[in-house]
């Protein structure tokens, strides 16, 4: 059971956003909706604070690949030849030094979906933190 957020498109796809119902979690669900084979509305209702409301914009800001988890804060090396490609693809990512060509970046993104993008950057990209963020 979940407490649905809103409806997002993303990457060729819409995908449902919620919460579990249960509150097992501390970031939201996503699920795409072209795979939900069954739906049942409970009648059920929930409330959520003005000051607590779902920001799409925030959340895109900090999914990858609509892949989400935990929020984490990350630290990485970049030496490519085009940092304004990583600061366009993650929009939370922060210049923290630059030294002889490689530039320190910290962000802070939801789930692994960041890492799993950052991989595939080679040997542009060196992982130097990798926390889960607290008092979310």
Request: overall charge neutral; glycine content about 6%.
């Amino acid at each position: 059971m979940v407490k649905p957020l809103a409806i997002m498109f993303s990457e060729f796809y819409f995908y449902l956003v919620a919460w579990f119902a249960d509150d097992s979690k501390d970031y939201p669900a996503v699920f795409r909706a072209d795979r939900i084979s069954n739906l049942a509305d409970t009648g059920e209702r929930f409330k959520i604070p003005y000051a607590q409301r779902f920001e799409e914009g925030e959340f895109r800001k900090r999914v990858q690949f609509m892949y989400t988890g935990a929020l984490r804060r990350i630290e990485f090396e970049f030496s490519g030849p085009s940092l304004e490609a990583i600061l366009d693809r993650i929009p939370t990512a922060r210049v923290i030094s630059q030294k002889d060509g490689v530039v320190t970046l910290s962000a802070e993104c939801y789930g692994d979906g960041v890492l799993m993008w950052l991989r595939t950057q080679g040997d542009y990209v060196k992982i130097l933190k990798n926390n889960l963020s607290h008092g979310q």
